[in-house]
C-alpha cells in the first residue's frame, strides 16, 4: 500500500525529517512524495518565485557579516549618564544649574523645563581589556565589555517617543514608512520555513506607537512583524499553528490526502508554477506545526541555561528571543514591556535601579549563551531606547528618589555586539555636560545604513518602487559608519 | 575621489549632453574655481550635493554653477559677489546653529577665506560646466510639466474605433477587436472559450464572490450546449442583478477607499482600538450603489460632499461621507489624516501620486508643491465628528432591527448607562482620563459597532464655518509657512487653476473636476481597476499610478474605448462589467500553450484567461455556502470574522481593526486600510496553509457539511464522496479520486477507537477539509 501511494523517488532529507515525525508510516510516505516536486518550484526562476513567494530565501548585494539581529528596545529613553557614560563634569557640578552659555543655546522651551545637573548617583567601573566603563546598575553585562562597542552619539531627530520610536524603527520620524524589519525580510526573505521571519516580543502590552514599530508600510503585508507576547497565557502564539482535535498520523493522512487532490489538478494545468508553490506550502505549514510549537517550549532548555537567564519576564524574552534566532529569524526584537518603560521622568534613581536589576542578568546571560554556540560572531545585538535622557533634572524637586531626567536626542548611547561591529570600543562622544555630540555623530539614519551593511546590503541599493518612486530606508541619507566596524 | 575621475565623468557627461559645454566666461575665474574651489567642494561637499555621487540632498547641487545659483529648497546658495548675503557662505562659517555645512567639521578659517573670495569674485563655475542633465531636472517642474505633455494618460481620452477582426466570434464586442488586432500582430492567436463547468464557476466568483450551486451549474452546462452566446446573456444578466453583486465589487472599492472600522491607533490605557461604530454605513453605501448600478460621477459626487449637492441628515447617502470620514489618523495626528485625505484622492480616483509633494515639488511627476497644499486647503476647511458622538451622527433609513435585537440592544445599553453615570467623574489611577469616559469609548462603543439592536448613523463630516487659506509648508515642516495658496484643482489637470468659492471647503468643486467628462484620467483609472478585477490583469500594471513613473497601458487604444464608452453609458458600472464578461477576451480558456508562454510568459497581450486565486473573502464565503451555513441577509453592523461566535455573514460584513489587521486577512493578502491599496497581490506562504488545517472556523464548516440534507441522505461511502465534491466543487469526482479517498476513510476507521476519550476529529470531516484545503477549491479558472 505505501509504495502505491509513493512511486515518487524520496529525498532523503525529507524521509528521514518525515519518519521521524509521523505517528505513522503511510501519511509520511505519501506526504514526503510531493516533496519530489520541490526541485521544479526551485529551479524556477528567482524573480517570478519572489513574487509568488515573497518570503523565499535571497542573497543581499554583499556576503553578510550578521545574519541575524536581535535588537533589545529599551522602550522609553533609558538614561545614559546612569549606564555607560560618566560624566565627571556634571557629577562635579551636580546639583547646580547649567552654565549659563549651555542653556543660553537651548530653545525656550527646552530652558523652562531644565532643573539643575544632576550627577549619577551609580558608581561608575572599568572593565575589561578595554577599559569601557560601565555604572553599578549593570554588573553583569559589564563582565561582556570587551565584546560591547559602545557608540555615545546617537543624534535623534524630535524628542518624543513616537517620532523616536518610528525614526529608529522605520527611519522617519512621522510618514508611514517600513520598519527596519519588513525590509530586511523583504530584502532577505525567512531563512526559516517553520518559524516567522520577524518578531517582536513584547511583554504586557505594547510599547508607545504600538503596531506602526514593526509595520510594513507599503512593503506587501507579509513583511510586517508578528507580535507574541509570551507573557500572555492561553493565546495562540501563532495563529492557527495547531489543533488539538486530531492525531498527527491522522492529519498526515489528511494532507497527504489534499496533496493527492492538488498533484491531479496540477498535472491538468502544466505551466502554473503557482500550483507548485501552494503544494509546497502545504508541506511547509505541516512542518511548522511542530517547530512553532517548539520554539517557544523553554521546557526544552536544560536547567542551567534556564537559570543563567533567569525565571523572569525579560529572562524568559531573551532566551526566547535566542531560540528564535538560532532557528533562522531574522530580526527578533525585544521591547522591555508595554508603553515606555525607561521613561523615567520622576523617581529616576528607583526606577532605572529596577528596570537595569530585571534586565542585567538575562542579557548578559544571553551574550554569554550566543557567544558559547558560536552565534555572536554573525548575530548582531543591539541595545538602546528612541532616546536618551538629559544630564539634567526636570523638576525642582531635591528629594533624590524623585528627581527624574527628561527626554534627550542630542547625544545618546547605545550599543551593539557581535555581528560583525568591532567589539570593545566606544564611539563618539558629546560635550562635558553632555548636551550635545561633539564629536562622531551617528544619526538614525547612519545607524540604519551600518546595520543593512551588515547585513550584506548597500542601504542604496535596497529599494522599493512604491508611488511612482523607489524608497528606501534610508531615504536620502545614511552614512555607513566604518569606523566601528571589525 | 580622484579629480581623473571627475574630469572622465565630465567628459562622458559632455558626450551624453549635447547640449552641454557651455564655454566658461573668464579664463583666470575658471583656473581659480578648478584650482582653489573645487577640490574644497569635491572634499567636503560633493558627497552630499553632486550628480557623481547621485546625492543632492536639500536639492542643492554644487557641480555646477546653475546648482548654485538656483539653489536647492530653501533659496539661492550663492549671490554673485556677496558673500555676505549667500547662504553657502553663512553655512560654511557656522554662524547659524540651524545651518552648518560641512556637517562633519567646520572647515579651516583659509578654507572659508578663499570660498568668501570665490563668491565675492562673481561665483564662476566649472571650465566644463555640466548645465541641465536628467539628474540636475529632477523636480525640475517645468521639465516635468513637458513631459506631461506627451504622457498618454494626461491627454484627453480618444474616441478610438475598434479595428475589425478577421475571426467572426471576435468581431463582436469592442474589447475583442482590440485584444484580437494586438494579437495579431504578434502571431498570436487567442484561445478557445472556456467550457461551460469552468465559465460558469468564473461567472458566478467575479460577478458575485460566491460558487455557483450544483444545479446552476447544470442548468448553464444544458443550456449551453443548445446556445451558447445566449445562455452565457443569461447567466450574466441574473448575476449581475443579485444583491451579491454589489457584495463582491464593492470590497474593491472598499480597499481603494482603504475601508476599516476602527482608526489606525489605539487606547494604551484600554488597550482598545478607537473604534468607529458607524463606518458601516458607508460600506453599505458602497454596496448598495453598486447595486442600483448608480453612475459613478454621483458616486463620487456623494463621497466628497453628499451634504452640499441637497442630501439632509436622515438621507441614505449621508452615509457616502464615510469616505473621508472613516479614514485613519482621524484621533491622534490631523497631519497624517490630511495627507491620507490627498492621497486617497488622488492616488484612489486620479492615479496620481500627489502626496510625494508634501516636502517639495514631485521630483518625478507634474505636481508642484503648491498643489498639495492646494487640495490641504479644502480638506483642512472640512470638519470631521467625533466618531462616538451619537448626536452629530445622523440615522441612516432601511436598517430596522428585529424587535428582539432592538430590546436586547437597549437592555444591554441601559446597564452600560448606569455604569458610566456610577462612575460619575472619578478617573482611574495614574490616569487622566474618567473612568465614565473610558467605559464610553470601550463598552459603549462596542455595543454600537457589533450589537444588530444599534442604531445606524452617518459618519459625516461638516464644513468649517470659514474655509481654511492654505499656505505651503516648506519642506513640510508646519513650523516653516511659506506662501499662502488658493485651495483650487491639480494644474496637470485644470491649466487655469481658477480658485474654489471662498463661502465652502470646496469639497463639492473638487469632486465636479474629478468627474469631469474632460479630466483625462478618472474615467481611464476606474474602468482599469474594473477590469483587473474581472481579468485577474490591469492593463494598466500600476492601477494608482498613471503618472510618468506608472506603467503603460498594455492595450492603450482599449483603454481609451473602454473608458469613452463608460462615459457615453452615462457612468453605468453595470454596463461596464457587462460589456467585459461578455467579451471573448474574458470568456477564454486559461490554460497554458506553449506557443504563447514563448511569445508572452506574462499573458500581457491576452492569449488566455488568467487564472485567478480566490481572495480571502471568497474563500471564506465559499466555506459556509459549501457547508450550507451562510447567512445571506445584507448590511449591517459588523461581526468578527473568525472567533467564537463569528458571523456567518459575508466576509464584506466582517469587522475590520485597522489598527491591528487580523492575521488571517493578512495572511492572505488583505491590504492595510492604512492608505489605498491598488490592487490585491497573491502571495503563497505557510500561515495560509495553517489556516484551512487548523482554524475552528474551518474545521467547523468541515463539520457542517456533514449535517447537510446532501451528505446524510447519502446511502453508501461512495455516495458521500460525491456528495462532498457536489457541495465543495461543484462537479462529481472522478473514479481514482473517489477510490483514494475510500482508502483514507478505511484507514482512519482502524484508528476510531470508541475507547478514546479525547475528543477527535471524526473521519467525514476530514475528508470535506482534504477538499477545502486543495488548490481546486481556491483557484478559479
Redesign the interface.
Known sequence: ?QSQLSSNPLSGWSRRELLERSGIG?GSLALSGLLADDQNVSAAPARREK?????IASAPHHPPKAKRIIHLFMNGGPSQFDTFYPKPEVQKLSGKPLPKSISD?LQRTQRNRVGALFGSPFKFHKYGECGQPVSELFPNVARHVDDLCIVRSMQGEIANHTPGLLLTNCGHS?L?RPSLGSWMLYGLGNES??LPGFVVLCPK??P?A??TNW????L???Y?G?HIDIESSGKEL??????D???P???K???A??Q???R???NL????Q??D???H??E???R??TAGTDAFDLEKEPQHIRESYGDSVQGRNMLIARRLAERGVRYVQVYHG??QPWDNHSGLVPRIRQLCKDSDQPIAALLSDLKQRGMLEDTLLIWGGEMGRTPTTQSGTKDVNKIGRDHHIDGYTMWMAGGGVRPGMTYGSTDEFGMKVAEN?VELHDLHATILHLMGFDH?RLTYRF???DFRLTD??GRIVNEILA | MSNLRIVITLLASLLLHPAVGRAANNDKQTAFFEKKIRPLLIKHCYECHSEEAEERQGGLLLDRRSGWIEGGDTTKAVLPGEPDASLLIKAVRYSDENLQMPPEEKLKPEQIKLLEQWVRLGAHGPKIDLGDSEFSRLGDQEHLFGQAEKHWSFQPVKTETPPEASNGRWNQNGIDRFVFAQLTENNLEPSIGAEPRTLIRRLTYDLTGLPPSMDDVEQFVEAASQDRPAAIREVVDRLIDRSTFGEHLGRMWLDVARYADTDSAYRPDTRTPHYFPFAFTYRDYVVDSLNKDKPFDDFVREQFAADLIGFKPGDAEMAALGFLAAGPFANRDPLESLDDLIDVTTRGLLGVTAACARCHDHKYEPIPTNDYYSLRGVFASVARVNSLDEKKQPLVPGYEPSEADLADYEKKRAAIEAKVTKAGKSKAKGNNRSISQKIRETELAELLLFHPGAPARAMRVIDRPKPLEPVVYIRGDAGSPGDAVPRRFLKIIDEDQAPFPDDSSGRLQLAEKIVDPKNPLTARVFVNRVWGYLMGSHIVDTPSDFGLQGSAPTHPKLLDWLAADFVEHDWSIKHLVRTIVLSQTYQQRSDYREDGVTADSQNKLLWRGNRKHLSIEAIRDSLLSASRQLDPTPRGHAGKLWEDGYTKRRAIYGYINRFNLDPTLRAFDFPTPVQSQPKRGESIVAPQALFTMNSPFVIDQTVAITETSEFTQAATDEERVSALFNLIFQRPPASLETERVLRFVELQSRFTKPADKRRRASTWPLVAQSLMMSNEFQYID
Do not use: C, W, Y
Open positions: 500500500m503511510l513574487s509568488v513567494s515573497p518570503l543655546q512621522t508611514a520555513d517553520e502590552g505594547l508607545t504600538q503596531t509595520r510594513s508600510a507599503f506587501p503585508g507579509i510586517q508578528t501563532i495563529p492557527n499553528l495547531t489543533r482535535d486530531i492525531r498520523g491522522s492529519q493522512a489528511q494532507v490526502l489534499a493527492f487532490l492538488n491531479r489538478h496540477k494545468r502544466p505551466g502554473d503557482r500550483l508553490s501552494r503544494i506550502s502545504m511547509l505549514a505541516f511548522m506545526q508595554g508603553g555623530k542604496r508611488s511612482g518612486r536620502v541619507h
